[in-house]
């Protein structure tokens, strides 16, 4: 049975599932309403040191920069659709493979085009991450975006990150309201 969580819990991986190595990350979401305009969203992910800072543009992966220098985070493509069931785009991360000063691996999301086409968080439904052993793929936690997004067209979603030497996963949901841009420039990126 996986862990529900709320905004701002979190949970051990490595006591939820001991022996942990591999997990996938899956995230989900539905256009609760649009004017017909293709309705886009990217999964992204920054690998950051202790000052929560990437250590290079190398460590912000999305669908142009597939998976990192050290094939510790890999992501699974780019959904431009959102249409089906199931999560809408995934994220592999061999924890054992996590460089040493990696101390989070915080996972976002944009709405492509977002200002643009006039969409925001605020016209998405049923959002939500959670986490898969990959190895037999049991769901370990799970998190649902509750909450109205309102306007942001970026919001992070949550964050596996280290703890006294275990893995941990934290539900964020946070709204970011200035964009993709400052998003990414925030963890340090070149944008």
């Given at each position: 049975?996986?862990?529900?969580?709320?905004?701002?819990?979190n949970?051990?991986l490595?006591?939820?599932a001991?022996?942990?190595?591999?997990?996938?990350?899956?995230?989900?979401?539905?256009?609760?309403?649009?004017d017909?305009?293709?309705?886009?969203?990217?999964?992204?992910?920054?690998m950051?040191?202790?000052?929560?800072?990437?250590?290079?543009?190398?460590?912000?992966?999305?669908?142009?920069?597939?998976q990192s220098a050290d094939?510790?985070?890999?992501?699974?493509?780019?959904n431009?659709?959102?249409?089906g069931?199931?999560?809408?785009?995934?994220?592999?991360?061999?924890?054992?493979k996590?460089?040493?000063?990696v101390?989070?691996?915080?996972t976002?999301?944009?709405?492509?085009?977002?200002?643009?086409?006039?969409?925001?968080?605020?016209?998405?439904?049923?959002?939500?991450?959670?986490?898969?052993?990959?190895e037999?793929?049991a769901?370990?936690?799970?998190?649902?975006?509750?909450?109205?997004?309102?306007?942001?067209?970026?919001?992070?979603?949550?964050?596996v990150?280290?703890?006294a030497?275990?893995?941990?996963?934290?539900?964020i949901g946070?709204?970011?309201?200035?964009?993709?841009a400052?998003?990414?420039?925030?963890y340090?990126v070149?944008?």
């Amino acid at each position: 049975m996986a862990v529900s969580l709320v905004k701002g819990g979190n949970v051990s991986l490595t006591k939820t599932a001991p022996g942990l190595k591999k997990i996938t990350l899956g995230l989900g979401w539905d256009p609760r309403r649009t004017d017909g305009k293709p309705f886009d969203l990217d999964a992204m992910v920054f690998m950051v040191n202790d000052q929560g800072r990437v250590r290079s543009d190398a460590d912000f992966i999305f669908f142009n920069n597939k998976q990192s220098a050290d094939g510790s985070v890999v992501h699974g493509g780019d959904n431009t659709t959102g249409q089906g069931e199931g999560d809408d785009e995934t994220v592999l991360i061999d924890l054992d493979k996590v460089p040493a000063d990696v101390q989070r691996i915080i996972t976002a999301v944009v709405i492509y085009e977002g200002p643009e086409r006039g969409q925001n968080f605020g016209m998405v439904d049923r959002a939500y991450a959670r986490v898969l052993n990959a190895e037999g793929g049991a769901e370990l936690v799970r998190f649902d975006l509750t909450e109205d997004g309102g306007t942001v067209t970026a919001m992070i979603f949550a964050e596996v990150y280290r703890n006294a030497g275990e893995w941990k996963f934290k539900a964020i949901g946070q709204g970011y309201d200035a964009g993709f841009a400052a998003l990414v420039r925030s963890y340090g990126v070149n944008a």
